[in-house]
């Protein structure tokens, strides 16, 4: 019985071509494969499609400094697409129009693709990469959850999976910057993941931040601190000098950030020159930051050093995100870690 072969035609004509031109045709195939993969690495692509939305935008920013400033998602017929430069691994959030905000684990060279129903969106689910689909299992799972099951299941969720940035993202969410923090807790799953993620740098400044938080009980001073700000003018902890004051960290791009700077503004304009701030500002330019200060009546020190998130004055008082606020009484730290909301509602006792 004959046994007929089948040979693709590119490997039969390579048999007819002389020696020298192989190996130019397999030095430039291989140069092809090299700029090929060099086109993926360094950036991080989403797709998806929503029920329930049809067109519309959607914004997304990074906590931790993946994309400069906030970004737009603009679907259409459902569908939407997205690629961004990442050289670094980290966090975006997707901001959506009834303003609640989802976690989408960006990694270099990585793409995901989203399905999502608009009046549901607990139930989004993410495939692509390890730590987004490791998201959608805890998100399905703690759908139903009261907030107190929610906390004790985060907590259990990140012991076993302390390699993920994952259960960095759920310490950050459900221990320090929620509404009723638990910061001892924060800093017991900080020890357990430093032990797998050694080089997170989101991980890092976290420790930074619980180590702040935990050591700067209420009656602690507030470390002292030295820095120029937007206007070339020299700031530190004398600017803070009065019976109620401020550190708050901000960006233009970040809503929740500038309701925080209304809020001391408000308190500001009750309590007659007896509350004070000074705010870091993470905008990468400085022209954004006067911008943003003249439209929200800014008109407290703010540093903006450029370096973001890494700005030298958060590393020296253990800040790490946006927003984030300290409420000082008489030169001394009363409550830390605070969100905008946190914030508001704690000048409110006072100024009411």
């Not at 800014?298 to 790490?320: A, E, F």
Request: proline share 5%.
């Amino acid at each position: 019985m004959a046994v007929r072969v089948r040979v693709p035609f590119a490997a039969l004509l390579m048999f007819f071509i002389p020696m020298p031109m192989k190996r130019y045709i397999y030095i430039l195939f291989l140069s092809f494969l090299l700029v090929a993969c060099g086109e993926s690495k360094g950036r991080f692509k989403i797709e998806g499609r929503f029920l329930h939305i049809n067109s519309g935008e959607l914004y997304v920013y990074s906590p931790d400094g993946v994309i400069d400033g906030m970004d737009t998602i603009k679907i259409q017929d459902g569908r939407f697409a997205l690629e961004v430069p990442c050289r670094s691994d980290g966090v975006l959030m997707i901001v959506f129009p009834n303003y609640s905000q989802q976690p989408i684990f960006a990694e270099s060279g990585g793409a995901v693709e989203v399905k999502a129903d608009a009046s549901r969106l607990r139930d989004m689910e993410i495939k692509g990469t390890k730590a987004n689909e490791l998201m959608t299992t805890f998100r399905k799972s703690s759908t139903n959850m009261s907030p107190p099951q929610e906390a004790k299941f985060a907590a259990q969720f990140v012991k076993d999976h302390p390699e993920s940035p994952v259960s960095v993202y759920l310490t950050k969410k459900y221990f320090v910057d929620s509404n009723t923090p638990d910061y001892k807790q924060a800093a017991s799953l900080v020890a357990v993941m430093s032990k797998a993620q050694k080089d997170n740098g989101a991980l890092v400044r976290l420790k930074q931040q619980t180590d702040l938080l935990t050591v700067s009980l209420p009656g602690k001073a507030l470390p002292t601190f030295s820095a120029i700000d937007v206007d070339g003018h020299k700031v530190t902890n004398g600017d803070l000098n009065a019976p109620v004051s401020v550190v708050s960290v901000w960006a233009s791009w970040s809503f929740e950030s500038i309701d925080a700077q209304n809020a001391i503004a408000d308190a500001m304009k009750k309590a007659d020159e007896k509350c004070k701030a000074v705010s870091i500002c993470v905008d990468a330019s400085k022209t954004m930051c006067r911008q943003a200060m003249q439209n929200n009546s800014i008109d407290w020190p703010v540093i903006c050093d450029g370096m973001t998130i890494n700005s030298r004055l958060m590393k020296q008082l253990g800040l790490s995100t946006v927003p984030e606020n300290i409420l000082l009484r008489n030169g001394r730290i009363v409550k830390s870690g605070l969100n905008a909301a946190q914030l508001r509602q704690e000048l409110t006792k006072i100024y009411h």
